[in-house]
């Protein structure tokens, strides 16, 4: 298990954004929904009332990708409000490009990494949490690398509202069953609903939101036969 000691450096109040990369700059050209970096955590707290300017659910998805949920959902759902949030430059800039024709424009987007929810969100500001096909850095010496882990379990039980419901699914096993060790093992504040390893063949009520929307990193694995990991955890 994965000790405080070994976190990235992105998880701390110290931390500050550095980079040299041109779609930074490009990604201005829709900074009507785009946020870079630090921008986004003057909104912390004030997401609804001062972002949306509205009262309504609030979603937040890390590691958007190439947006397949992101878009199917918010577009699914014009009546909430969702964030996503993926940290690498040229998807990011290409996702915008398909966000800025969407029909309802109840979403932001924040190039921004995952580390930062602490301070991207205050206590009890959101109602669901989608964590899809993570990057499993699958070798030993780089799951310090991995993003769920103690320090980031115990802000997402913080800014997460009571009866909060976190979605979380994956191709690889042995993230998953880090992650489900983690919840089983640790003192945190969320109760397993429920978990699959076969995702598509089981047929639990809980997991249906996650049977209906597939990704495109799911698409992949579900070519290959693969087997999908899914959990649903809900905060107390
Ligand atoms: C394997 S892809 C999955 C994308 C999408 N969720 C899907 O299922 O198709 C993982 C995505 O997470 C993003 N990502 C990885 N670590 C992140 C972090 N710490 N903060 C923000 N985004 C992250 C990557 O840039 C990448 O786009």
Excluded at 128 to 140: M, V
């Amino acid at each position: 298990m994965l000790k405080n000691n070994h976190q990235d450096k992105s998880f701390s109040k110290e931390f500050s954004y550095t980079h040299d990369n041109p779609y930074h700059d490009r990604l201005n050209a829709f900074n009507n929904f785009v946020l870079r970096d630090s921008e986004p955590e003057v909104y912390r707290g004030k997401w609804n009332k001062d972002c949306f300017k509205r009262d309504a659910k609030l979603n937040v998805e890390v590691g958007t990708g190439y947006g397949h949920f992101m878009i199917e959902y918010s577009q699914d759902h014009p009546e909430e409000n969702f964030i996503g949030i993926d940290y690498r430059f040229k998807r990011s800039f290409n996702l915008a490009k398909k966000l800025n024709n969407l029909q309802h424009k109840n979403f932001r987007y924040l190039r921004a990494k995952g580390e930062r929810i602490e301070f991207l969100f205050e206590e009890n500001e959101i109602d669901h949490f989608y964590y899809f096909f993570p990057d499993p850095w699958p070798k030993t010496r780089h799951h310090k690398k991995r993003l769920f882990q103690k320090k980031f379990i115990d802000s997402l039980g913080v800014i997460m509202k009571t009866d909060g419901v976190v979605y979380i699914k994956t191709d690889h096993e042995g993230y998953f069953e880090s992650m489900l060790n983690l919840i089983k093992n640790e003192k945190h504040n969320f109760e397993l609903v429920s978990f699959s390893t076969d995702l598509h063949n089981d047929e639990s009520e809980s997991l249906s939101i996650l049977r209906k929307y597939i990704t495109k990193f799911e698409k992949i694995f579900l070519k290959k036969n693969k087997n999908i990991n899914a959990m649903v955890l809900r905060c107390k």
